[in-house]
């Protein structure tokens, strides 16, 4: 059996740190992160995405669906493999999550989420102290900025039953148990 893992959180609350561990640990896996496409979309077809939202909005821009049917693409691609599939996105919205569940599941694969849902006054501790690069940040003028007036509207928190497998990580303790379990459900 293969498996979709998902992350689930706002920003900085450890979604690629946890997502790049995992790959370090797991073989035959491949890790999607929206991050990465969109600064790949920026550097190279700044004339077709260069935002997720309108200008001095909370609406989604053109650019954004864009980013969403190359990343789409990026996981019908590997879900034809027999790869673990990692994703480290935001996966912020139960829609969006949903039509990758429905693609893990048309591809024979078990869902495990894992949500990191920490307070947001940890998260911004975090981005007080973080070194994390803006590149990925569109008409948010830094992280503090995407986690109070973008994320505190969007974000949808993900729920059980959603997955086959949901783990939560609610404080900074959690991780390393949330990360024992998830190697143990794909060592199954």
């Known amino acids: 059996m293969s498996y979709l893992i998902m992350t689930v959180g706002k920003t900085h609350s450890?979604?690629?740190?946890?997502?790049?561990?995992?790959?370090?640990?797991?073989?035959?896996?491949?890790?999607?992160?929206?991050?990465?496409?969109?600064e790949f979309l920026k550097d190279n077809y700044g004339n077709l995405y260069s935002t997720d939202f309108l200008k001095d909005s909370t609406k989604l821009s053109p650019g954004y669906f864009l980013k969403k049917e190359v990343a789409h693409t990026i996981f019908k691609s590997a879900f034809k493999t027999e790869l673990l599939i990692i994703s480290t996105s935001a996966n912020s919205t139960k829609k969006l999550r949903k039509s990758l569940v429905t693609l893990a599941r048309k591809n024979n694969r078990k869902v495990i989420i894992v949500y990191f849902n920490l307070s947001e006054k940890v998260l911004l501790d975090r981005i007080d102290k973080s070194e994390k690069s803006k590149k990925c940040l569109y008409y948010s003028k830094d992280f503090k900025d995407l986690l109070l007036n973008k994320q505190s509207i969007r974000f949808e928190g993900a729920s059980k039953d959603e997955a086959d497998y949901f783990l939560e990580i609610n404080k900074g303790s959690d991780y390393k148990k949330v990360f024992e379990k998830v190697l143990n459900i794909i060592k199954q």
Do not use: C, P
């Open 14 to 38: 450890g979604k690629t740190t946890f997502g790049k561990k995992l790959a370090q640990k797991i073989k035959n896996n491949v890790l999607i992160d929206t991050d990465q496409i969109s």
